[in-house]
């Protein structure tokens, strides 16, 4: 499974942006797709998942709100929409998949893109 995020960009607080996360490969084999996110100096933490058949959505609590997670009608890419964007959202947005087992949470086993980066200015 090769994976490819983009939409990434520089955005004032209080703006928004959709990432997208473009799947390619043995696609039949995606259980859920992931969105994580690395801010400067920390660590990766996730930030929601779906199912790939689109009906689960998982998200952390800490982002429950601003952050939304869906599958889009080409049915091999995910998207994340962020709203209301403040600084602390400033990171490298990573996209992952599960495959070949029945799990939502990706590990660093499965499959990820390259990352791509959010810049929100205040």
């Known amino acids: 499974v090769q994976l490819q995020a983009s939409g990434g960009g520089l955005v004032q607080a209080g703006g928004s942006l959709r990432l997208s996360c473009a799947a390619s490969g043995r696609t039949f084999s995606i259980y859920a797709m992931n969105w994580f996110r690395q801010p400067p100096g920390k660590e990766r933490e996730f930030v929601a998942a779906i199912t790939w058949n689109g009906a689960n959505t998982y998200y952390a609590d800490s982002l429950k709100g601003r952050f939304t997670i869906s599958r889009g009608n080409a049915k091999n890419t995910v998207y994340l929409q962020i709203n209301n964007l403040n600084p602390e959202d400033t990171a490298v947005y990573y996209c992952?998949?599960?495959?070949?087992?029945?799990?939502?949470?990706?590990?660093?086993?499965?499959?990820w893109g390259q990352g791509t980066l959010v810049t929100v200015s205040s």
């Open positions: 992952a998949a599960v495959s070949g087992r029945t799990v939502v949470r990706a590990t660093g086993d499965d499959y």
